[in-house]
């Protein structure tokens, strides 16, 4: 029987990705483990694997297509034994066997086109108490455990699952198929009914239309460039955490002078590796260190929140904003408190050269406790950022600048560096936000506590 290679979810919000480039034509063999295709998503290129074998009867999606939906039939494989020429392309809406397509890291000669995204994360064992929704009410699951727990007659929402994000993968099925544990699947519940599921929440007020803002100009005074899926991503994500988040901020002044003496000598200490230093600190790798270490001090402030609950993090995972051509992505330094400054500092040097290339997988920029935004290599004095949820803070950092102050009752003068904190006051409040602060400034203005 064909087997139909499916659009992959490589991430619990991914709807849509563009079909780059085919590594196969039609005709070829097929073995499971084959890379036969590029996807790109908002963030990264990535490779879909093939799991099953056969020969490439059809391709039914061709490359260079757009916003692709997930689950749709982008090609079909014949099995053994089957005409690959006779095999008909499925009309929409698919046949019943499906690959489940494994989606890894381009390679780096892979050619990244305009968009990319979220890939395969490794599989951690799990740890929520229910399955992941793709949906609000679907539950998240590769196209084959679908498959297979449906011919077992198993109820998806009723099996744990271990994958990227509570991703419900194979052996999941597997597992509650020698287990018992799972339901078989539940009749629909008529709307309206006891348990039904609820509707969906009305959708926000839509701006101006397209053609009500063009018509704003004079024809031909413009260009007209088409949003890649990363500059979607990032209107829609920004939107909705303006728009959900109730946004509260704090700033206040940190004094660099000890940090910056400080950063000179560990510099200057670097041993040499490949007849080059080891390691050369920036402020911003300081900077993460201290905030990491601030949330440890402050750990009613490292949260998330969720309707049903708060998610009181052990680990200060700190995301850092790089800007990267159409947008920017924020990989995460995790567990950064236990880090060295010189782990830190190599760490984001290995991000920002990757991440420019779009070559991150999606575990290295998904998830975090808080993030940094940096803008002072630009001469920005202060800003205030927008959260990135799940996080319910990040911090806006200003340039180091000579100011004049008050010590001891006199003017001196000292370089300082303005702070602004973001907090989700629904999970931290302004007094909570103001105790994170001063623990981030505690750290700044005595470096030394950061080496111990």
């Not at 009305?202 to 500059?231: C, N, T, V």
Request: proline share 8%; charged share 25%; glycine share 8%.
């Amino acid at each position: 029987m064909p087997t139909n290679i499916l659009m992959p979810a490589l991430s619990p919000t991914m709807e849509k990705g563009n079909l780059a480039k085919w590594l196969k034509k039609e005709g070829d063999t097929i073995k499971s483990g084959d890379i036969i295709a590029e996807i790109e998503t908002d963030k990264a290129t990535m490779e879909v694997e093939a799991v099953d074998e056969g020969i490439l009867a059809k391709i039914v999606v061709p490359e260079g297509t757009a916003d692709v939906a997930v689950n749709e039939v982008i090609g079909v494989i014949a099995g053994e034994g089957e005409d690959a020429k006779s095999v008909a392309a499925p009309a929409a809406g698919g046949a019943p066997k499906a690959e489940a397509p494994k989606a890894e890291p381009a390679k780096a000669e892979a050619a990244p086109a305009a968009a990319p995204a979220p890939a395969k994360a490794p599989e951690a064992p799990a740890a929520a108490a229910a399955p992941a929704k793709a949906d609000g009410n679907r539950p998240f699951a590769s196209p084959l455990a679908r498959r297979l727990a449906k011919e077992a007659g198993l109820d998806l929402a009723a099996i744990q699952g271990s994958g990227p994000h509570g991703r419900i993968v194979e052996k999941d099925v597997e597992a509650a198929k020698k287990g018992g544990g799972a339901k078989a699947a539940p009749a629909a519940v008529p709307a309206g009914a006891p348990g039904a599921p609820k509707p969906a929440a009305a959708p926000l007020a839509a701006g101006p239309s397209d053609e009500q803002i063009k018509k704003l100009f004079e024809p031909g005074s413009y260009e007209e460039i088409p949003h890649d899926g990363m500059r979607k991503t990032i209107a829609r994500r920004l939107t909705e955490a303006k728009q959900t988040i109730p946004h509260f901020y704090v700033t206040l002044d940190c004094e660099l002078d000890a940090l910056l003496k400080l950063r000179a000598e560990l510099n200057a200490a670097a041993p040499e590796k490949d007849g080059k230093p080891a390691y050369k600190l920036s402020v911003n790798d300081m900077v993460i260190k201290a905030l990491a270490l601030a949330l440890r001090a402050v750990p009613d402030a490292n949260v998330s929140w969720t309707d049903g609950a708060m998610l009181k993090h052990k680990h200060a995972d700190v995301g850092v904003a790089v800007s990267i051509p159409g947008g920017l992505i924020t990989p995460i330094v995790r567990d950064a408190c236990h880090k060295t400054l010189s782990q830190i500092s190599n760490e984001m040097k290995d991000y920002a050269t990757r991440a420019k290339a779009r070559k991150l997988k999606p575990e290295e920029y998904q998830g975090g406790t808080t993030a940094v935004s940096n803008l002072g290599m630009f001469g920005v004095k202060d800003f205030a950022a927008v959260i990135n949820p799940p996080h319910a803070t990040i911090l806006a950092v200003g340039a180091g600048e000579p100011r004049v102050v008050v010590k001891n009752g006199q003017p001196a003068v000292a370089t300082v560096m303005s702070v602004t904190l973001s907090t989700d006051h629904r999970a931290v409040d302004g007094a909570l936000g103001a105790e994170l602060l001063q623990a981030f400034k505690g750290y700044i203005e005595k470096p030394m506590a950061m080496l111990v």
